[in-house]
């Protein structure tokens, strides 16, 4: 009997955490992304020499498994905690105060950007590049055609 299969469409943080889960199982998966990268919209980017994060800014370590892949399951030296308060700017470019009950959970992010996390939970296995140009099911198969690997 064929292992089970699985194709993950998407490699942003929940495909990537998907394929993380099941990479003990004996599902065998491919993750299928049509971006250059990895992580979705948690991106970073350097512009003139500064590391920005355009996309989610910092990393909640709620539930209590999101910390405990954090500190204890990927590699941490470039884990960063960080101190204080986030606030927000609004359309006008205001600085104001971070929503409180926010503000009060530990937040986390990586010295090189946000997009490290992705990178973390795609290593070690491989994430393919895919524009489809046609779905075909055939006898419970869906068909997709693929292009490069991605990572």
Same mark, same amino acid.
């Given at each position: 009997m064929l292992a089970p299969r699985l194709a993950i469409i998407g490699a942003g943080l929940s495909g990537l955490a998907a394929a993380w889960k099941l990479r003990?199982?004996?599902? *065998?998966c491919s993750c299928f992304e049509k971006s250059r990268g990895v992580s979705g919209r948690a991106t970073s980017r350097t512009r003139h020499d500064v590391r920005l994060d355009p996309g989610a800014n910092y990393i909640k370590a709620e539930p209590e498994e999101i910390e405990h892949l954090l500190v204890e399951e990927l590699p941490t030296e470039d884990l960063i905690r960080i101190p204080g308060d986030v606030w927000t700017f609004d359309e006008s470019g205001s600085l104001s105060p971070g929503d409180p009950g926010l503000n009060a959970t530990p937040k986390w992010n990586?010295?090189?950007?946000i997009s490290t996390l992705g990178k973390l939970l795609a290593a070690g296995f491989r994430v393919t590049d895919f524009h489809v140009a046609s779905t075909?099911?055939?006898? *419970?198969?869906m068909h997709l055609t693929t292009g490069r690997v991605v990572q």
């Open positions: 003990d199982s004996s599902v *065998a990586y010295r090189n950007g075909d099911l055939e006898d *419970a198969f």
